[in-house]
């Protein structure tokens, strides 16, 4: 379904999604990409981080919250630039 989403997981740092925990703890997140020309076969132009923490956790990281999430969420911020930068 989703032809880029190794890439952009994976450009940089390799990602372990379950380690970024639910924003509402009901539901998975979900990441869902805009293509360009809506051909998931063509480059990703947008992407959609529903569900999750990524922005909370990066925000309260210095308080002593759990590790683990916040290096995640890091890592998946660095993975969005650097994918930005290079397709």
């Not at 990409?33 to 999750?52: C, L, Q, S, T």
Request: proline share 6%.
């Amino acid at each position: 379904m989703w032809p880029r989403r190794a890439r952009i997981f994976h450009s940089f740092f390799s990602i372990d999604l379950s380690k970024i925990p639910s924003k509402v703890g009901l539901h998975d997140p979900e990441y869902m990409g805009i293509f360009e020309d809506n051909d998931p076969a063509k480059r990703m132009v947008a992407i959609i981080d529903n569900y999750a923490d990524v922005g909370e956790l990066i925000q309260y990281s210095d308080e002593g919250f759990d590790v683990v999430p916040a290096n995640e969420a890091y890592k998946l911020w660095v993975n969005y630039f650097v994918y930005a930068l290079t397709h």
